[in-house]
């Protein structure tokens, strides 16, 4: 693998820039989602993570808002970047 073409990041990054919601989003079309499980008494540590089953579909109206926030965000912060890194 070319050096740099992976770097690592948390499970925090992930969730806080929505893109674990988007995720989600797409697969519980498929009645699928990815499921965290935190440690609430150690500053939501990610203990657990693993693909479910679900039986519902999709997120409430202000979960929806706030995650196309984060999203639009990553987006802005982040475009010149992934521009570039699609351009390899």
Partial sequence: MAKNMVEKRTWKEFRDSGLLWFVNRIIH?????????????????????????????????????????????LMVNNAKDLLEEARL
Avoid: C
């Fill in 29 to 73: 079309v498929f009645g699928w989602a990815l499921v965290l499980e935190v440690d609430e008494d150690d500053n939501d540590k990610v203990t657990k993570v693993y693909p479910a089953r679900v039986k519902f579909r999709g997120f409430n109206e202000k979960t929806e808002s706030n995650n196309f926030i984060a999203m639009s965000k």
